[in-house]
C-alpha cells in the first residue's frame, strides 16, 4: 500500500504564504492524479486543488482561486500547493489524495472517494 507523506504545514499569519508538498514513499509518483482536501474542525472534508496524472489539467475550489496553485515537480516525484494570501477560513488539517492511473489521463478528480491513497494531513493555522 503506497504511503502518502505530506509536508510544509504551520502557523502563519493572515495575508502570509505556505508551500505544502506531498510525495509517495517508494513509489513514482508522477503515475498519480492527486488532490489536496482539507478539513477544518466541525466542517466537512473538502475539495482544494487537483492535477491530473498529465499534469496538464489542475482545477480548483472556488474559495482558492487565484490564492493557491497545484504543480507537480516529477524530477522529485512530489506535488505542491502554493497558497498565497492565506486567510483565517484556509484553517484546516490539509490533505494529499492519489490515484494511481486513472483511466483519463487528463481528468482532475474533485471527489475524495475518487481517491482510494491518502496521507496522514498536515496542520495549517493562519492567524488574523
Known amino acids: 500500500q503506497v504511503q502518502l507523506v505530506e509536508s510544509g504545514g504551520g502557523l502563519v499569519q493572515a495575508g502570509g504564504s505556505l508551500r505544502l508538498s506531498c510525495a509517495a514513499s517508494?513509489?513514482?509518483?508522477?503515475?498519480?492524479?492527486v488532490g489536496w482536501f482539507r478539513q477544518a474542525p466541525g466542517k466537512e472534508r473538502e475539495f482544494v486543488a487537483g492535477?491530473?496524472?498529465?499534469?496538464?489539467?489542475?482545477d480548483y475550489a472556488d474559495s482558492v482561486k487565484g490564492r493557491f496553485t497545484i504543480s507537480r515537480d516529477n524530477a522529485n516525484d512530489t506535488v505542491s500547493l502554493q497558497m498565497n494570501t492565506l486567510k483565517s477560513e484556509d484553517t484546516a488539517v490539509y490533505y494529499c489524495?492519489?490515484?494511481?492511473?486513472?483511466?483519463?489521463?487528463?481528468?482532475?478528480?474533485?471527489?475524495?472517494?475518487?481517491?482510494?491513497?491518502w496521507g496522514q494531513g498536515t496542520q495549517v493555522t493562519i492567524s488574523s
Open positions: 489524495a492519489g490515484r494511481s492511473r486513472p483511466p483519463l489521463v487528463h481528468a482532475v478528480l474533485i471527489r475524495s472517494y475518487e481517491y482510494p491513497n
Open positions: 517508494g513509489r513514482t509518483f508522477s503515475n498519480y492524479a
Open positions: 492535477i491530473s496524472w498529465s499534469g496538464v489539467m489542475t
